[in-house]
Structures are given as C-alpha cells and as structure tokens.
C-alpha cells in the first residue's frame, strides 16, 4: 500500500488544548492524569507500551511490554534478562517507551537510562503471578531459536512436573527501571498544529518545553 492510498485513513485530531498552564509541575503527576483517562476511556491495554532498545552497536529494536508499575522513581517492566531486550540494556542501559494511545489522540513517550529491580522486587512480582506464567517463566529462554512448538510444550511440561506447587524464582527474568530524563505528552490537534509538551530532567526538577508538532 502506498501514501496515496493511505489517504483515505487521514483523520481530524481534535483533542482538547494542551497547555503549559494547564499541566503538572511534574511529569509523573502528568503520566497519572493522563494514565487515568485512558482508563477511563476503556482503552483495550492502556499499560501496553512499546520499549525501544539498543545494541552496544547502535541496531535498534522495539517491542511491547506491559507497564506493572510506575512512580517518582521511573516507569517498571518485567522480562527476561536474557532476552533480546536484555542484552540490548546490559550492554546499552538505555530505553525509549512509547504509550501510543490513539483512541484519544495521544502519546506519551520515554527516555531515559535503565536499571534492574533489586532481587527482592522481582521476586515479589514473579510469586504474584499465577502458576502457568511463573511456569513459562522458566520453560521459555525468550528470544532463543526453538525447534518446534512441541519442543516447548514438552519443556513447559517437564517444568511443571518438577514445580506442582511453587517454582523458584528464575535468576534470569525480573524487572526493569526505566528511569526518565524526558518524558514528552503528544495531543492531536487540528490541521496537524498538534500539541507537544516534553518536560526535560534538569536536578533537581523538570524544565517544560514545546515542540513543534
Ligand atoms: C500486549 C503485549 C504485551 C506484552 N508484554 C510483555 C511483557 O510484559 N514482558 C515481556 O517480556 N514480553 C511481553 N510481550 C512480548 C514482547 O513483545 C516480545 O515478543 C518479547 O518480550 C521478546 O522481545 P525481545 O526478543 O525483543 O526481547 C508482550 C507482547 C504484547 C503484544
């Protein structure tokens, strides 16, 4: 397909106004606002953000995960550690997220350096998960070559006959912080003129900026 044909998905963004003085002083506070109405405009998965990765090398890759927590201290997921993604952040500690909430014509994106979850956070998280996620946890080297559906299955099984009850906490999976430096709100707004307002970390506060659409 190309962009003429495309065309005909053009829509008119006409969001409500985005101003600076309408925003928080602080972009979590703004993140929480903005997070409840997307809840409450019954988004299907209002926490699915895409994290975007680099290798040491500089080759790029983004995925979807979901967001399982967030507050002044930045923004968690949880993965595997060996994973694409976690060797792109032991090598390369940084991620951009991206909240792409269209439904409501807005966008929120991340920046900023990344850190694991102290043991003990991961932990927590992974004995709150039901049985078969803590099992697949163990059973999937995420990310690796597997030679068939069965072969995974098969694992999953031998797994869940040496765990019925409580499997252990793997010391490859756990979470990630994404620790912002900039955290950019994206309203749609008529004829292109969108809204744009990136709050910019400068110790120890924010500077609010706007970009050009
Ligand atoms: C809606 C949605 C939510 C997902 N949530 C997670 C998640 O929380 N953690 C995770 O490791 N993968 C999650 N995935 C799978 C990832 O997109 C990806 O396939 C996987 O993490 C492997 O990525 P990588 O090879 O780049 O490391 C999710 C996928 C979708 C579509």
Same mark, same amino acid.
């Given at each position: 397909?190309?962009?003429?044909?495309?065309? &005909?998905?053009?829509?008119?963004?006409?969001?409500?106004?985005?101003?600076?003085?309408?925003? $928080?002083?602080?972009?979590?506070?703004?993140?929480?606002?903005?997070?409840?109405?997307?809840?409450?405009?019954?988004?299907?998965?209002?926490?699915?953000?895409?994290?975007?990765?680099?290798?040491? &090398? &500089?080759?790029?890759? $983004?995925?979807? #995960?979901?967001?399982?927590?967030?507050?002044?201290?930045?923004? #968690?997921?949880?993965?595997?550690?060996?994973?694409?993604?976690?060797?792109?952040?032991?090598?390369?500690?940084?991620?951009?997220?991206?909240?792409?909430?269209?439904?409501?014509?807005?966008?929120?994106?991340?920046?900023?350096?990344?850190?694991?979850? $102290?043991?003990?956070?991961?932990?927590?998280?992974?004995?709150?998960?039901?049985?078969?996620?803590?099992?697949?946890?163990?059973?999937?080297?995420?990310?690796?070559?597997?030679?068939?559906?069965?072969?995974?299955?098969?694992?999953?099984?031998?797994?869940?006959?040496?765990?019925?009850?409580?499997?252990?906490?793997?010391?490859?999976? &756990?979470?990630?912080?994404?620790?912002?430096?900039?955290?950019?709100?994206?309203?749609?707004?008529?004829?292109?003129?969108?809204?744009?307002?990136?709050?910019?970390?400068?110790?120890?506060?924010?500077?609010?900026?706007?970009?050009?659409?």
């Amino acid at each position: 397909m190309d962009a003429t044909s495309l065309a &005909g998905l053009r829509r008119t963004y006409e969001g409500r106004p985005l101003l600076e003085t309408d925003v $928080a002083a602080d972009p979590i506070t703004q993140f929480t606002r903005w997070f409840e109405e997307a809840l409450e405009a019954g988004l299907p998965e209002p926490n699915a953000m895409v994290v975007a990765t680099a290798s040491a &090398g &500089g080759r790029p890759s $983004a995925r979807t #995960v979901l967001l399982k927590g967030y507050d002044e201290h930045g923004f #968690v997921f949880f993965t595997n550690y060996e994973s694409r993604k976690g060797r792109d952040l032991a090598e390369n500690a940084r991620a951009s997220l991206l909240f792409p909430w269209h439904p409501i014509r807005r966008q929120v994106r991340v920046e900023g350096s990344v850190a694991r979850l $102290a043991h003990e956070e991961s932990a927590a998280y992974f004995n709150s998960r039901p049985y078969g996620s803590r099992i697949a946890a163990w059973a999937s080297r995420q990310s690796a070559v597997v030679r068939s559906r069965e072969e995974l299955d098969a694992r999953y099984a031998e797994l869940a006959a040496r765990w019925p009850e409580e499997p252990p906490v793997p010391d490859f999976w &756990g979470g990630f912080r994404v620790v912002p430096t900039e955290v950019e709100f994206w309203q749609g707004q008529l004829e292109r003129m969108h809204d744009r307002l990136r709050y910019r970390r400068v110790h120890p506060g924010w500077v609010l900026e706007r970009l050009a659409p």
